[in-house]
């Protein structure tokens, strides 16, 4: 499965037209650790290592699909991707290599079901407020016609269609300018 998802930034008026008629799944609050090396080596190949809660996530650009990303989620997998030969505990494992934090955040975030589409909406503990709208198809040829699907729920609610920073860009740019300014440089980040 493949979760084809678009966020949106949203303003406190369209948070009730985007969740009208939608089932409430659930709400939880989070804290998102983000690693790198101290020359970010991940990061400035827009590969991200996080640590939710207790969970570690490697999210990687996917092969074709500009904005969208792959996941990894298995200890071993994520060493192998982030090029880490150890029989330590990935923590551990990570620590030895030189990998610290560099970013934390913490989210709140409710999610809704409309029709076969997930809604999210996160609140970071810095101020930021971004939809997400989501839906899961079972091959790669599937994603256009997704994202299709997805910008025309969207426009159908009235959302803004212009480019958003993701969280982390967020963050980056009100606590991390020097960062922020190599990411933009790369062309990771379109500035806006």
Not at 33 to 39: A, G, I, K, R, V
Request: hydrophobic share 40%.
């Amino acid at each position: 499965m493949i979760e084809v998802e678009k966020k949106f930034s949203l303003r406190s008026e369209d948070i009730p037209g985007l969740i009208a008629d939608s089932q409430f799944i659930s709400e939880q609050t989070f804290t998102d650790s983000y690693l790198d090396t101290p020359d970010f080596l991940l990061t400035l190949q827009n590969k991200w290592l996080r640590l939710r809660d207790n969970n570690f996530q490697f999210k990687f650009p996917s092969a074709g699909y500009p904005g969208q990303f792959s996941d990894l989620d298995l200890d071993e997998q994520i060493k192998k991707a982030v090029g880490i030969i150890s029989a330590d505990p990935l923590y551990t494992a990570l620590k030895k290599h030189g990998f610290q934090e560099f970013c934390r955040m913490v989210t709140r975030r409710k999610k809704y079901r409309k029709d076969s589409f997930i809604i999210d909406i996160d609140q970071m503990d810095f101020g930021y407020v971004l939809g997400e709208i989501e839906l899961v198809v079972d091959y790669e040829s599937l994603v256009p016609a997704a994202l299709d699907k997805i910008k025309a729920y969207a426009q159908e609610k009235d959302l803004i269609l212009l480019p958003v920073r993701v969280k982390i860009f967020e963050y980056l740019k009100r606590n991390n300018q020097n960062l922020y300014q190599k990411l933009v440089a790369s062309g990771i980040v379109q500035q806006s």
